[in-house]
Nanobody
Framework: QVQLVESGGGLVPAGGSLGLSCAAS????????MAWFRQVPGKEREFVAA????????EYEDSVKGRFTISRDNAKNTVYLQMNSLKSEDTADYYC????????????????????WGKGTLVTVSS
């Protein structure tokens, strides 16, 4: 079992930047593709970004392309989400998730593809 703990959320003005981290337990981090999702109360959880096991492939939801960057450090069992040029519509709870996969280049985009989830960290962008 993998435990995921997000950190780095907070209040930031529109146009600002924020970096999220997600620390994973265990020794098998490199066998998991990782992703970030977000959710606003009353709405479905939506995909934000994903990164492959090796870190060589990434994928983004259209509204965050060019503003958000996902990365990972397998030696530190950590995945990151750097968020720049934040907008009020980016306000949400952000969740880290992992998917155990064999394909080194696979980047999961759907909630159903994920095996484990963190508890989330709140990002609030003030306009």
């Amino acid at each position: 079992q993998v435990q995921l703990v997000e950190s780095g959320g907070g209040l930031v003005p529109a146009g600002g930047s924020l970096g999220l981290s997600c620390a994973a337990s265990g020794r098998t981090f490199s066998t998991y593709a990782m992703a970030w999702f977000r959710q606003v109360p009353g709405k479905e959880r939506e995909f934000v970004a994903a990164i492959s096991r090796s870190g060589t492939s990434t994928e983004y939801e259209d509204s965050v392309k060019g503003r958000f960057t996902i990365s990972r450090d397998n030696a530190k069992n950590t995945v990151y989400l750097q968020m720049n040029s934040l907008k009020s519509e980016d306000t949400a709870d952000y969740y880290c998730a992992s998917a155990r996969v064999s394909n080194l280049s696979y980047t999961p985009r759907t909630s159903g593809a994920m095996d484990y989830w963190g508890k989330g960290t709140l990002v609030t962008v003030s306009s």
